[in-house]
C-alpha cells in the first residue's frame, strides 16, 4: 500500500545529499523510526519494542547502509536498500557500536557524521553507546545534524499528501459514527475504546492516538485518558485521533453535544470555525508559522499551551509549530493540523482540528471540514 | 484503574533513593514515558507527539520534580507530585532547559545527576539541548543512571502484576476469537485490523502493538506488518499482540492452523510446547536468564537472533533478555514472556510465546497458555 518507488527513495536521498554537502557533513547517522523509513520504506510497529537500537548511515555520496538487528534483516531485504549488516541483537558488551563505527569509516571517511539534534528529535540509543560511538568514530567528527531531515520531511510528495489524505478520510467516516457509540450514560473509556474500533472497521492499519474529554463546559486538558464517568446530557464529548493508514497519520479531533449545548459553548465553537478559517485564509506559500498563527490568535486570544497547530506526517506531530515565535516559511506541499483552542467561560476548553496541505494558490483541505452548528448525539 | 496509591509511589521512591545514595548520586533526571510514569503515575498517550520534552527530577532526599509542559499541567496535578514547574513548550529558544538546570540545582545541588543511559534505554530529548543542559548544571556532574531504573523496574508490585495478568486475560479473549475473523481467502491485513477490534471489543485500553506472518511452513519474520495476501488452506497464522490495560502490557502470540498444517508444522509446534515448558521449570528465583534460555536453546536450538524471551511490564519488551549473554539473576515480581522460535524444515519460522511471574516457588503462568495441538480454523 506504501505507493513509494525506489525513485521515490533516490529523489529523497539526492536532495539529502546536496543539503549535507551544503552544510560540511560526510553523512547522516539516523536513529528514529520515521528519518530510518524516509529513506528505506522499512515500515514495522517493531519500534514499540526500546530493547534494540537501529541505525541507517547516509553518506554524503553513495546509497544509504542499514546497520540494524538481525531480527530486521528479512524486512529490511524487502526494501530498496542493497547493504544491510547485520548484528544479533541484543548485544550487551557491543550492541552494534563497532559494526556501526567501522561502517561509517567505510563508507564515509570524510566530513562530519551529523545526528539530528534539533527541536522535536532525539537519539534513539542508549547514550553510554552513543559515549562509545563518538570515541570510536573521533568525536571532533560528530556533529549535529544542520536541520536536513526538518527540511526534507517537512515539505510532503504527492504520495505521502494522498496517504494523510487517506487516513483523513478514514477517521472522518468513524467520526461521522460516533452517534452509534457515544451518548447519555455511556462512560467515556467505552466510547474510546468503540471509537478506535469504528477506525479500524473503516480502514485505519492501527491507532496510535487517541485523546479526549467531555463535560458541561469543555474539558480540562486534551491530554487526558478516559476515565469510567459517564457522558452527561448537556457535554460536550470531544474524540481526537491519530490514525495510520500505510505509515502515514491523520491528526484532527471532532465536537459533539448531548443534547443541546450551553451558550457559552456554542460561542465558544462558533470562535473556533472562525480561527480555523481565519488558519485556512493565512495558510498560504511564503506565509510564515507565526502569521497563521496570529491569524487564528486573534480570534481566540491567549492560548494556554501557545501552539495552535503544527505539522504532521510520518508523526502525529511535526514541524513547523504554529506559535507566536515559529518563523519557518511555509511552501507548498507542507501539511499542517489547524488547532485552534479557546477557553469556556467558567469552565474548561475547547479544541478544534483540521488538517490541510499548501498548495500554490493556499490551502486544500484534507479532513472532511467541520460546519454549522455542533453535531448534537 | 491504575489501582496504585500515594503509598506506592512513595515506597518505590524510597527504593530509588536508596539504590542512588548506594550509586552516589544526588539526582536521577528521567525523560522517558515509562521512568517518569513510574514515580509520578502520569499516564497519557500524549507521548506519540514528539515535539516536546518533559521531564522528572528525582532527587536522592526529597520529592520528585515534574518539569514539563504547560500542557501537562491539569494532567500532572492529579497525581501525588505537588512540585510541578512548567513552560510554555514548545519554546525554540530555550525549551525547558534553564527551567530543568534551576530546578536541579535547587532539589540536588550535590552529587551526580545520573540519567539511564544503559541496554534498553535511551535520552528522551533533543541532543543539543542535553548538551546545553550540561554545560548549565556543569558536565563534571553528569554521570550514567547506575542502572537504578532497571533494578526497580525489572521486579512488579501485586499491582502491576494484577494489571498485565488483566491485559493477558484480554488478549486471550481475543485470541479465542480469531476463527470469527481469520480463515481461508481472508487478507491478512484484514486479519490484523478485526483482531485489535476483537482486543478492543474484550477490554484493551488501545493495542500499541501487533505483528505476524502466516505461510504454509511457518513465516519469514516475526515484525513485519501485514500485507493483502489472502490465507490459504495449509497455512500457519500467527498474531503477536502487546496490548494496555491501565498503563501495562501483555505481549504473547498464538498460532492457527488453517484446515490442515504441514507435518513439519505440527513437529516444530510441539518442539515450541516442549521448549515452552522447559523454560517454565528453568524459570525460578536465583536461576539467571541465561539458564532460562539455555532450557529453551536444548531444545529449539540456533534462533537467528539468539534471544528466546525477555521481560515485560510498562514497555511492551523491558529486561531482562533471554539470551546467553544475560546473566540476571532473576527474583520474585519478574514478569517475562518466554519466546522459543524454531525453524521449520525447508521453511521459514513458528513461533510461540507466553507470559508468567516469578513466585518464590517457581513460574506463575499469566498467560492462558495453549496446549495440545494447533488450533484449526
Chains 1, 2 share one sequence.
Request: net charge negative.
Amino acid at each position: 500500500m506504501s505507493g513509494f518507488t525506489a525513485a521515490d527513495y533516490r529523489g529523497r536521498l539526492g536532495r539529502a545529499q546536496a543539503l549535507m554537502a551544503e552544510a560540511g557533513l560526510g553523512a547522516l547517522l539516523l536513529t528514529t523510526e520515521p528519518d530510518i523509513r524516509y529513506f528505506t520504506g522499512f515500515l514495522t510497529r517493531f519500534w514499540e519494542s526500546p530493547t534494540r537500537p537501529w541505525f541507517l548511515v547516509v553518506p554524503v555520496a553513495g546509497e544509504p547502509v542499514a546497520v540494524i538487528p538481525a531480527i530486521g534483516r528479512a524486512l529490511m531485504e524487502r526494501t530498496w536498500i542493497e547493504d544491510i549488516r547485520c548484528w544479533p541483537a541484543p548485544a550487551p558488551g557491543d550492541d552494534g557500536v563497532s559494526l556501526l563505527a567501522e561502517t561509517i569509516g567505510e563508507v564515509a571517511p570524510e566530513g562530519l557524521i551529523g545526528t539530528p539534534s534539533g527541536h522535536g528529535t532525539h537519539l534513539r540509543m542508549p547514550l553510554a553507546d552513543f559515549g562509545r560511538l563518538c570515541a570510536l568514530v573521533g568525536v571532533e567528527r560528530m556533529a549535529e545534524g544542520a536541520g536536513v531531515m526538518r527540511d526534507l520531511r517537512m515539505v510532503k510528495s504527492e504520495v505521502e499528501i494522498a496517504a494523510i489524505r487517506t487516513a483523513c478520510a478514514v477517521a472522518g467516516r468513524a467520526f461521522a459514527r460516533v452517534g452509534e457509540v457515544a451518548g447519555e450514560g455511556v462512560p467515556l473509556a467505552r466510547v474510546f475504546r468503540d471509537f478506535q474500533r469504528l477506525c479500524l472497521e473503516e480502514g485505519a492499519d492501527w491507532v496510535p492516538y487517541l485523546a479526549g474529554g467531555a463535560g458541561p463546559l469543555g474539558y480540562a486538558d486534551v491530554i487526558s485518558p478516559a476515565t469510567d464517568a459517564p457522558l452527561a446530557r448537556g457535554d460536550v464529548l470531544m474524540l481526537d485521533t491519530g490514525l495510520v493508514v500505510g505509515g502515514y497519520y491523520c491528526d484532527f479531533d471532532r465536537n459533539y453535544a448531548v443534547g443541546t449545548p450551553a451558550p457559552q459553548v456554542e460561542a465558544a465553537w462558533d470562535s473556533l470555525l472562525q480561527a480555523t478559517e481565519a488558519g485556512v485564509q493565512a495558510a498560504t506559500p511564503g506565509a510564515r508559522a507565526c502569521d497563521v498563527f496570529a491569524a487564528m490568535d486573534r480570534i481566540v486570544g491567549g492560548s494556554e499551551t501557545g501552539r495552535l497547530g503544527h505539522g504532521l506526517g510520518m508523526q502525529l506531530t511535526e514541524w513547523p509549530s504554529l506559535t507566536a515565535a515559529d518563523r519557518t516559511v511555509l511552501r507548498p506541499g507542507m501539511v499542517l493540523a489547524l488547532e485552534p483552542s479557546v477557553g469556556v467561560p467558567g469552565g474548561g476548553l475547547l479544541v478544534h482540528e483540521e488538517n490541510l496541505v499548501l498548495r500554490d494558490d493556499g490551502a486544500e483541505i484534507l479532513s472532511p471540514r467541520a460546519q454549522g452548528p455542533l453535531t448534537r448525539i
